[in-house]
T-cell receptor, first 114, second 116 residues
Framework: DAGVTQSPTHLIKTRGQHVTLRCSPI?????VSWYQQVLGQGPQFIFQ???????GRGNFPDRFSARQFPNYSSELNVNALLLGDSALYLC?????????????FGSGTRLTVV | AQKVTQAQTEISVVEKEDVTLDCVYE???????LFWYKQPPSGELVFLIRRNSFDEQNEISGRYSWNFQKSTSSFNFTITASQVVDSAVYFC?????????????FGTGTSLTVIP
């Protein structure tokens, strides 16, 4: 079975632009979470979706939004990009909605804002 | 407040040495889950081990072992007979059962370098 797949793997954007990152969970996984990892730091929680509903939101501005589709894939959208948004964005999927199951992470999308 | 603290920023060991990575966590929940993940240069976080708060039994899995002590809120991870392929950044993470968002709180990571 394929793991968690994210696209694109890398991209460069200009300040003020908008970006959409995509994630396909492992088949059968109904929960998708998004994390931002700034260089040299641990991942920081952005969103969790379970059964297409938002279950949690981290301490990120409203410029960040996400959604989950009927096939459980997910998009993370960031508007009005800032230089500080440059980071590795990780998607993780899980069978259930709780931490009990743990998460399987994708390889991430490395976003550079110039 | 930082929920997960990994005080060791970088560790270097010579191949075949044992190495222990420290993790201290903070939570008010009585039910929680602790994890160790490995992040190689490729960026993907690779799951290593998981521990439930109600099970303090320490185990060994191949070259990996862990020491979970609720009394000191520590969840240390040991690699026995380290290999060059173990070189990576290791993250300790906490998930709280009462957190409806089910987020993971990650530490800042420990960069392990195994020297051949």
């Amino acid at each position: 079975d394929a793991g968690v797949t994210q696209s694109p793997t890398h991209l460069i954007k200009t300040r003020g632009q908008h970006v959409t990152l995509r994630c396909s969970p492992i088949s059968g996984h109904k929960s998708v979470s998004w994390y931002q990892q700034v260089l040299g730091q641990g991942p920081q929680f952005i969103f969790q979706y379970y059964e297409k509903e938002e279950r949690g939101r981290g301490n990120f501005p409203d410029r960040f939004s996400a959604r989950q589709f009927p096939n459980y894939s997910s998009e993370l959208n960031v508007n009005a990009l800032l230089l500080g948004d440059s980071a590795l964005y990780l998607c993780a999927s899980s069978r259930g909605g709780s931490g009990l199951y743990g998460y399987t992470f994708g390889s991430g999308t490395r976003l550079t804002v110039v | 407040a930082q929920k997960v603290t990994q005080a060791q920023t970088e560790i270097s060991v010579v191949e075949k040495e044992d190495v222990t990575l420290d993790c201290v966590y903070e939570t008010r929940d009585t039910t929680y889950y602790l994890f160790w993940y490995k992040q190689p240069p490729s960026g993907e976080l690779v799951f290593l081990i998981r521990r439930n708060s109600f099970d303090e039994q320490n185990e060994i899995s191949g070259r990996y072992s862990w020491n979970f002590q609720k009394s000191t809120s520590s969840f240390n991870f040991t690699i026995t007979a380290s290999q060059v392929v173990d070189s990576a950044v290791y993250f300790c993470a906490l998930s709280e059962a009462l957190d409806t968002g089910n987020q993971f709180y990650f530490g800042t990571g420990t960069s392990l370098t195994v020297i051949p």
